[in-house]
């Protein structure tokens, strides 16, 4: 039996999002990544949640590695210590500023009751950051990314 490219596109894709979404990413072989961006033509994939726990130096490495991959930080757990921006996520959004963007992933309704309080987290450790950096992965990597000709 023969594959089409768009039944591997959908098949990689597929299997991304598992990994992706259980954050198993960061231990999952390099190659599934590399075969998915492979076959997978959009120029700037997403890493759902940006892989939950994957330590900050491995999301370095894929930034580095994939040039079109956007982390999105929702449910993204470890970006603060105490309140306080983490120096490692700190120095990562200094030089990727441009491949985060942020989302709420209200996937169940008490990710709804709690929004105001993500929000406020956010906006917490956003200020933290220098105002270009906070600017862009607050909104304006988004709306780049989703810009449309009117």
Do not use: C
Not at 55 to 78: F, I, T
Not at 102 to 118: A, Q, V
Not at 119 to 138: F, H, S, T, V
């Amino acid at each position: 039996m023969k594959l089409s490219g768009q039944m591997i596109r959908a098949a990689g894709a597929a299997i991304l999002s598992m990994l992706v979404a259980t954050g198993a990413l960061a231990q999952a072989p390099i190659r599934i990544f590399d075969s998915h961006l492979h076959y997978n033509q959009e120029p700037n994939p997403f890493y759902e949640h940006t892989g939950f726990s994957t330590p900050p130096g491995r999301v370095r490495e894929l930034l580095d590695q994939y040039p079109g991959l956007m982390g999105e930080l929702s449910y993204r757990g470890g970006i603060t210590e105490a309140g306080k921006l983490s120096s490692n996520w700190r120095a990562l959004f200094a030089s990727h500023s441009p491949r985060f963007l942020l989302g709420s992933d209200t996937w169940i309704n008490e990710r709804w009751f709690g929004y105001d309080t993500i929000m406020k987290e956010y906006r917490g450790w956003l200020a933290q950051l220098p105002a270009d950096e906070a600017e862009r992965i607050a909104h304006g990597n988004a709306e780049k990314l989703f810009a449309r000709a009117d």
